[in-house]
């Protein structure tokens, strides 16, 4: 899912790259070769596939608070994770204590719907499930507004729309801060 928005988000990423929440590596495809690429992932069952794939080094741990120095890296991608994260300004701060100045955030979440529609009342109907079932997601979350505010020098952000099942409209954020 997303091909499209994964290459274009990540397809001139430069350096040392830490991705937050990679998951089993839907990003590796779309990832240019020559970075250095770490990934953080708190999931350990997922560790084995992420070494598999010889892309990087995995470490185990939460995005709130990052195991690296200040600073030490150039970009930080983020992908179908903040969805997940309660703390989210928490993250988000950790993201640019990491980031070198100039450094990247590269960003593809699914937000909430706007107030008083069908999708958001579905959304906030599924939210119990997903919050059990999905790893703590809840589809009703304003990441859009979290990342403007979150103290970056500049935020490039565009939005689209994911058409779901029963007429549901699924918004998304992709887009590029810079600390
Ligand atoms: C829906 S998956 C997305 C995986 C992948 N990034 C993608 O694009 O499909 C959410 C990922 O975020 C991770 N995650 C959840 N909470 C996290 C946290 N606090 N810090 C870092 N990663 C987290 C989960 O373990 C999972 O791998």
Redesign the pocket.
Known sequence: MYRDQRRELLNDLSGTVLE????SG??FPYLPSGIRWIG????PY?HERLRDAEYGSVLCG???SIPLADGSVDAVVA???LC??DAQSR?LAEVIRVLRPGGRFAFLEHVGAERGTWSRWAQRAVTPFSRRFD???DATRDTGTSITNAGFARVDMTEFVVRGPLGVSIPHVLGRATA
């Open positions: 937050i929440g990679p998951g839907p990003n953080l992932e708190p999931n997922l939460d995005a709130e992908t179908i994770v997940s994260i993250v790893g703590g997601c």
